[in-house]
């Protein structure tokens, strides 16, 4: 009966070392299970934007009005008879933007 005991105790002080050691115990498990979690949904998150910029390639590659349409709004580019009207914050690049 004794060595079961002993057994015990060491199980359970073994739990509690692996419970409470800051350095690797459960608390820290916890911390990088969730910092798993983000990572993987910036994984997927960067994966959904690889996606839409290849597709946007594919279309600058293939597509004359994707050209287009990226020549004239990085540009500014307008048609002979057409008013360009700049807002603000619509779309444009916060660099390009027209104060």
Do not use: S
């Amino acid at each position: 009966m004794r060595p079961v005991l002993l057994a015990l105790a060491l199980v359970c002080a073994a739990v509690g070392y692996a419970w409470l050691v800051p350095e690797g115990g459960f608390p820290t498990w916890l911390r990088l299970r969730d910092e798993v979690a983000q990572a993987e949904e910036r994984i997927r998150a960067l994966e959904r934007q690889n996606t839409v910029l290849r597709d946007e390639v594919a279309a600058l590659r293939t597509d004359p009005f994707a050209q287009e349409r990226a020549v004239r709004e990085e540009l500014g580019w307008v048609r002979p008879g057409e008013t360009l009207v700049r807002v603000p914050g619509a779309g444009t690049p916060p660099e390009r933007a027209v104060p």
